[in-house]
C-alpha cells in the first residue's frame, strides 16, 4: 500500500478566542484512527503548558492488513515547543510504510530554520504546525508539516454547526474545511472540548478518520 498522505490535519472569533484558551491548558487528546471505518491505530497528543510556552509531545501509530499480514505501516513522532503561538523548535521522525522522515527546526533572530536532511530552509513569520488541538491554525494561510518539514499553503472554510457523535451522545460541533494542494481535510470543534474529530480522504480512494476517545 503506498503512503496515506497523512498531512498531520485542524468563524467566529469569539468561539476562537474561547478554544485557544482551552488549548493552552495542560491537555491530553487521544484519537481512535479509522480507514474506512475499520480501526487502524491510534493518534496521541500530550501538550504541557509551562509559562508561555507549550511542549507538546505527538506519537501515531497505524497498521493495516490484509489477509493475516500487514500491508502497510505507519509510525510518527514529533516533539514540538511553542512560545505564544509560535513553533520554537521541532524534532520529528517518521516511518512512513519504510519510508523515512527525520527534521529539526529552531526559531532563531533570522526566522525559523528547518532542516530536511537534504535541504534546509529559513521561513520567516510566525510558523505554526498542523496542530490541530489549537483553533489558532484556522486563521493561519500555511502550516508547517511535521512528517515532511514542508510549508504547505491552506485555506480554511467553516461550515457552520452541526450534531455528531462522542462517547455514545451527540455533541455540536463547529466544522471547518481545510484544503492543502493535495488533500481535503474536514475538522470539527467543540467548544468546550476543543478539537473532537478529523475526517480526510487520502488520495488513494479512501477515508482516514480520528474520533476523539
Known amino acids: 500500500m503506498n503512503s496515506l498522505r497523512l498531512r498531520p490535519i485542524f468563524g467566529s472569533l469569539t468561539l476562537l478566542a474561547a478554544l485557544s484558551a482551552n488549548a493552552a491548558d495542560d491537555a491530553s487528546f487521544r484519537f481512535e484512527v479509522l480507514l474506512d471505518d475499520r480501526p487502524i491505530g491510534e493518534h496521541r497528543f500530550e501538550i504541557d503548558r509551562s509559562g508561555d510556552q507549550q511542549r507538546v509531545a505527538s506519537n501515531a501509530e497505524f497498521e493495516v492488513g490484509f489477509l493475516f499480514l500487514t500491508a502497510y505501516r505507519y509510525r510518527h513522532q514529533s516533539r514540538e515547543v511553542f512560545r505564544d503561538g509560535c513553533l520554537q523548535r521541532i524534532r520529528a521522525t517518521t516511518n512512513d510504510n519504510g519510508k523515512r522522515y527525520r527534521i529539526t527546526g529552531v526559531a532563531s533572530a533570522d526566522g ?6 537534504e535541504q ?6 510566525c510558523v505554526k504546525t498542523f496542530a490541530y488541538w489549537d483553533p489558532a491554525i484556522l486563521d493561519q494561510r500555511r502550516l508547517l508539516n511535521p512528517q515532511t518539514g514542508e510549508l504547505e499553503p491552506v485555506a480554511i472554510r467553516p ?6 457523535e462522542l462517547g455514545g451522545r451527540e455533541i455540536p460541533a463547529r466544522r471547518y474545511t481545510l484544503d492543502t494542494d493535495e488533500l481535503t481535510i474536514e475538522l470539527w470543534y467543540h467548544d468546550e472540548l476543543g478539537w473532537v474529530r478529523l475526517a480526510s480522504d487520502t488520495g488513494k480512494g479512501a477515508t482516514l478518520v480520528y474520533r476523539r476517545i
Do not use: L
Open 112 to 117: 525559523f530554520r528547518i532542516d530536511r536532511g
Open 120 to 125: 534546509v530552509e529559513t521561513a520567516d513569520g
Open 159 to 164: 461550515q457552520g454547526t452541526e450534531r455528531i
